[in-house]
């Protein structure tokens, strides 16, 4: 399989304390991935680090066969458009309205006249099954679900190679979460989307995940859910192989 993302060898601290420590990750081209560990594991530093926001202490990155830290800036800035983010709180400009929002990556990577702005931020709010009357309003008169389709819509606006999600389905009730991993199970079929989503909801990583990375002692352990699952590590036994993680798993084999 190709990889589309490659991690080798990151260390990233913070004074005194080393988060990661020679952390190995892969993420190939079609697969969604995601990310667990415990608090303080280095989750969301990971996320920077392979955004290029922060610069490890030691390790490589690669997106597309190219290494991060030998770019330009005109390499970056490419890159840039190449890959979607959603971030925890949906982050999206209180003062625009949604499609504002999703037109924002566009009016800097592309150059469409203001016709094709409007029909393409449209287009993209549909495509999360929002309505056409949402991309008018602003984000304070949205529900918590409807933030996080409108975040959704904006880190697809210009067809990434790479979609990174950060916990997508923090803060909304059981079905809200549901009904956003099947949005994302949807999106990934039809687009042939790449995704690594950071998440701590198992039921998100039983529904959508094809493997999985789990931070701990300041590396990375990745497999399937099944390879996960018979790992001896106390850390990942009491996460996956615990009460909850029983009965999704009974859940996911009984569908």
């Not at 079609?30 to 990310?35: A, K, M």
């Not at 989750?43 to 290029?52: A, C, S």
């Not at 990375?220 to 790992?231: A, C, V």
Request: glycine letters at 12%; charged letters at 20%.
């Amino acid at each position: 399989m190709e990889a589309l993302l490659e991690v080798r060898g990151l260390v990233n601290r913070f004074g005194r304390q080393t988060v990661h420590r020679d952390l190995d990750m892969s993420v190939y081209r079609g697969e969604v991935f995601g990310i667990v560990g415990g608090s303080g594991a280095g989750k969301t530093v990971l996320l920077r680090t392979i955004l290029g926001l922060r610069n490890p202490d030691a390790g490589t990155v690669r997106f597309l066969g190219q290494e991060l830290s030998g770019m330009s800036a005109a390499q970056r800035f490419a890159l840039k458009g190449r890959v979607g983010v959603t971030f925890q709180q949906g982050a999206l400009f209180s003062a625009l309205t949604v499609r504002e929002n999703v037109q924002l990556p566009m009016l800097e990577h592309l150059r469409l006249p203001a016709r094709g702005l409007e029909e393409l931020a449209l287009l993209k709010v549909q495509l999360v099954g929002l309505s056409a009357d949402t991309a008018g309003k602003y984000p304070a008169e949205l529900s918590g679900g409807m933030v996080k389709r409108a975040g959704l819509a904006r880190a697809l606006a210009l067809d990434p190679a790479l979609l990174l999600l950060d916990e997508p389905t923090s803060g909304l009730d059981p079905i809200g979460a549901a009904a956003f991993d099947e949005l994302l199970i949807y999106l990934h079929q039809e687009l042939k989307l790449t995704v690594v989503m950071v998440t701590h909801d198992l039921d998100s990583i039983f529904r959508t995940c094809n493997r999985v990375g789990v931070i701990v002692d300041g590396r990375m352990i990745s497999d399937t859910l099944e390879g996960i699952m018979r790992n001896p590590h106390p850390w990942i036994r009491a996460y996956f192989c615990g009460e909850r993680g029983r009965h999704l798993r009974g859940l996911k084999h009984a569908t």
